[in-house]
């Protein structure tokens, strides 16, 4: 039997200029050979292979004189992935059976996964084999019955071995992150720059928001450049100490962002998935010492004081397998902090923050200094006890503005973030005092304003918990860049039911 | 606030003539004034509008001269939805928020769906706006916590709901269905002719395969067309008592292809799936009585008696809800059924069987009178007890033949089942007596080798449990209509251990 005895015909390669995100895309004539003889249909998965490279891409079909029946259009990360000329000759086939699929279908059944199990799922993830099919299979599955201990530990090792992983050559290297779920909540910034100021190493890498309506990537993009190469990183590191750069262009746990996709389209995010992701960017980076803000309130990721407790314990628990060296605070996620939710507007917030303005908000200089004086104390820079005031301290002095513009000026240069084109109040409905604030809404308004794609979209807010508000007075402002994500918006601050409430 | 104040702006409508199954796509200009005004991203969900219709669908961003700004190019599906002349006007804006989704949400975290719930998500993937995402989600939560009797009969009656239902001028209309497993195990188009010989009223409606080498409306293509409309499946009924029609002409339980898809991408089919998928398509074809084959063997379907009997409790219990009358059969699977599997190849066991062909396969025939006969004396046409003896004659007389010409003639002609391009043998390894035969990768090799997307496709058995067998004596034929399938499928066989175990 020689089916393969003749070589396989290839086809010449068009730049379609066609951009889908992270997803390969190869279209080609229905009346091509290569179809034919590969018996290949609409919307499935082959392989494109030119020279060593190859791409795994989703098939579409066309009847039309655009392309002929000897090429194959591909999309942007398809023709970056093979980093091919036009007209180049490649070949494609069937996508190889997807194994890893199989350790899904028992998950799905209630099996748990091995060390194995999850190494492969993550490299066919990496590898680009996942469609969004599987991908959802398996973050529901392991969402559904969560990821026990010894899941998370090969979860976390799995996302760490498929990416880069930096050394640092300093016995300590410190790293902070707050689990989310609390808008505004923007202190890494302010603790990179407290800590550097303070002669800690902090080679600060974050990711884009997931289901919030910014990351602190999302943010800092606004204040200086965060595409750092790996390079670019090291230099601010040597020079000032810290950084804070985007971790996507540096391939940490590059399986993260994959998930992320899907976690924020179906707008879950379980502790597993979370443990994972967080310890793996963490490790990956080379922290040897961390600490994890867990906001907890009704409305934040966290609502419950035990569930807070049953994170830390796990999250401490998988970072030691990996001899990473953790503290956890617990803190209040009742309401956002700071005023603005949203990149820009941020911010906004840390730069009056860092510059010690009267009227910066005190929620965020107070959250910041906190999670800052706990940095200091377990990297050593201060006595047990004494990191708050040290953290204040560094703040008052003009050391961390100082330290910051530094940082920003080394990343490429401190800017000025952007404003909305339109801004809208939302006004209260009538006089009374602010009884409720619904962050997980909240977010979502940000989000459908433009926020994170349009860095200057997102919330204004005006009120906090507590205050005393006239009716018609601005409980919030919008702020978009497009009249259709203001409508969008608005649309749902009508429809939304106690989004701020205001009692009478 | 009047963001919507002037109307939406318009885009020309181009047909892309791009083929992707289901899937509506757009494609737009990056530097599009929608793209712009709307904040749309690539891989955004978007609200297509042509007048009085519209259609979600996915956008992809080009640069590119073959679009211009205020263009709109539309894959197929989106077309023929919008049922649009080229250069139309229409409008493009994002989805709506998918409210559903916060259904599947709750049942990811351990909640029940109610009748609300399943009936909103059902509606929703019938309208296009799940995307592969969601449906996923959807059917592994529903699959890791499996739907309950509830839940599964919101589903059936959701699935119900959603699309057409036929009824038809009888007391009696009989049905059959074999929860599948089985590769071969191709009764239905022997059954209905014994029915409608005896003066049943059978108006079978089939299925594709999902996660098997050829579904009975895959096999009856290649002997007759099934594409047929309502009026037409009118007459045959009428004239011949019985068809043999597809289903998904008829939007009888639109959703169930939808799912399908999914499924068989994920190779997962749950109990409470497969319950509503069964009883939806009966209940809305109009059945009163129906006889459910369930093969029960180690690597069929259902692999164990009590999982039978669980199983045939459950699809009772959700019937009884509907006042359809069941009746379950467990049969033998521990081995295929006949010899081909794929759909011209288990045509052509078909015809064998209703020709009284003296080498037509026995186990076919066997299983073809014992659900006949079931159906027989459920519908009141055989006494109880007799039905077997009854459909046997049918065969015998040629009564049965002379039916299945009938209907085949009446829905369109019936026709001669293709054969395939190539065929290779796949031999003994060494002399001994065929121990084990495994459905499962049998079926994965008929699937390899093309079926059913290539009707001529599949594996022709040469042996059954217990053969004696010598040494390079072909064990099956594999058929394949493209080299590059053979190919596929000869590498799985090679790799696949105890696809045929021969003992030594």
Redesign the interface.
């Known amino acids: 039997?020689n089916?393969?005895i003749s070589p396989?015909p290839t086809l010449r390669a068009v730049r379609?200029?066609?951009?889908?995100?992270h997803?390969p895309?190869a279209?080609m004539r229905?009346d091509c050979h290569v179809c034919?003889?590969?018996?290949l249909?609409?919307?499935s998965q082959v392989l494109v292979i030119a020279g060593e490279r190859q791409v795994q891409a989703l098939l579409?079909?066309?009847?039309?004189d655009?392309l002929s029946p000897g090429q194959v259009a591909l999309?942007e990360a398809a023709w970056h992935a093979l980093d091919i000329q036009e007209g180049a000759q490649v070949q494609v086939?069937?996508a190889p059976?997807l194994r890893s699929?199989a350790g899904?279908?028992r998950r799905?059944?209630?099996q748990r996964l091995s060390a194995q199990d999850l190494d492969a799922i993550v490299r066919d993830v990496v590898a680009g084999r996942y469609?969004?099919?599987?991908?959802?299979?398996f973050?529901?599955?392991t969402?559904?019955?969560p990821l026990d201990t010894e899941e998370t530990v090969h979860l976390t090792r799995a996302m760490i071995d498929v990416g880069e992983r930096l050394s640092w050559d300093a016995p300590v290297v410190v790293d902070k992150h707050c689990v989310g779920g609390l808008p505004g909540n923007r202190t890494t910034p302010l603790v990179v720059a407290i800590a550097a100021a303070n002669g800690l190493v902090m080679p600060k890498t974050s990711s884009r928001a997931i289901t919030s309506p910014a990351g602190t990537a999302d943010t800092m993009e606004t204040l200086a450049p965060v595409n750092l190469d790996l390079d670019t990183m090291r230099r601010v590191v040597e020079t000032e100490g810290g950084c804070l750069a985007w971790g996507g262009t540096m391939a940490l746990s590059p399986a993260d962002d994959l998930f992320v996709r899907?976690e924020r389209?179906?707008?879950?995010d379980t502790e597993g998935q979370l443990i994972a992701s967080v310890l793996s960017k963490k490790i990956a980076a080379g922290a040897t010492h961390a600490v994890i803000d867990i906001p907890v309130g009704p409305t934040a990721k966290v609502r419950s004081h035990d569930a807070a407790h049953l994170l830390a314990q796990r999250l401490s628990e998988t970072a030691a397998h990996f001899g990473l060296a953790l503290r956890c605070l617990f803190t209040d996620g009742t309401q956002p902090v700071g005023r603005g939710i949203g990149p820009a507007l941020e911010a906004m917030d840390v730069l009056a923050v860092l510059k010690h303005d009267p009227g910066a908000p005190q929620d965020l200089l107070d959250r910041a200094v906190l999670v800052a004086g706990a940095v200091l104390e377990l990297g050593g820079a201060a006595a047990a006890g004494d990191g708050t005031r040290l953290a204040l301290d560094t703040i008052a002095s003009g050391g961390a503005w100082d330290k910051f513009q530094r940082i920003c000026n080394a990343q490429g240069g401190l800017r000025e973030p952007p404003r909305a084109a339109?801004i809208?109040p939302i006004l209260a409905p009538h006089s009374g005092r602010v009884v409720h604030i619904d962050n997980r809404k909240l977010s979502r308004l940000a989000k459908l304003a433009?926020a994170p794609?349009?860095p200057a979209a997102g919330v204004h807010l005006q009120v906090r918990l507590g205050d005393e508000i006239a009716k018609d007075q601005p409980m919030l402002f919008l702020h978009?860049?497009?009249?259709?994500?203001?409508?969008?918006a608005?649309e749902?601050s009508r429809e939304a039911e106690s989004l701020i409430l205001v009692g009478s």
Chains 1, 2 share one sequence.
């Open positions: 039997m089916a393969r396989p379609m200029r066609l951009h889908a995100q997803q895309i279209v229905t034919h003889s590969e018996g249909s609409p919307r579409y079909q066309i009847d039309s655009l999309s086939r069937h059976i699929l899904i279908r799905i059944h209630g469609t969004d099919v599987a991908l959802s299979a973050l529901t599955a969402a559904a019955l899907v389209e179906l707008d879950i339109f809208e433009g794609e349009s978009a860049q497009t009249r259709g994500e203001l409508a969008y608005l749902f």
